[in-house]
């Protein structure tokens, strides 16, 4: 699976941004599909999942302001962000993986993208 990240800049605080993830290689609906970010000098952290029956699930960080969704049709999976919030910068990642989202939130994934930079100015 090969995953390509996409849609990363700068936004305004309390402004709204919104990824792409597209997956090829391997059959897309089937797999479970997420997103961590880091920001500088942290660990890589768990954001959202969505798994292949479009099942969510949400870090309580982003509950909210966050909302995952996928389209089949394109193998690519969004996560839409709201009220974008100063010092919110952070590279976010797109995992794949054979997987439920509980376990993807837990210990990550098989399959990896590159990363998005996503930086949030006052």
């Given amino acids: 699976v090969q995953l390509v990240e996409s849609g990363g800049g700068l936004v305004q605080a309390g402004g709204s941004l919104?990824?792409?993830?597209?997956?090829s290689g391997r059959t897309?609906?089937?797999?479970?599909?997420?997103?961590f970010r880091q920001a500088p000098g942290k660990e890589r952290e768990f954001v959202a999942a969505i798994?292949?029956?479009?099942s969510t699930y949400y870090a309580?960080?982003?509950?909210?302001r966050l909302t995952i969704s996928k389209d089949n049709g394109k193998n690519t999976v969004y996560p839409q962000m709201n009220s974008l919030k100063v010092g919110?910068?952070?590279v976010y990642f797109c995992p794949a993986g054979r997987t439920s989202s509980q376990a993807m939130a837990a210990i990550g994934a098989?399959?990896?993208g590159q990363g998005a930079q996503v930086s949030v100015s006052s």
């Fill in 18 to 23: 919104r990824l792409s993830c597209a997956a």
């Fill in 110 to 112: 098989e399959y990896w």
């Fill in 28 to 35: 897309f609906s089937t797999y479970t599909m997420g997103w």
């Fill in 60 to 64: 309580d960080s982003v509950k909210g």
């Fill in 88 to 90: 919110g910068a952070a």
């Fill in 51 to 54: 798994g292949w029956t479009s």
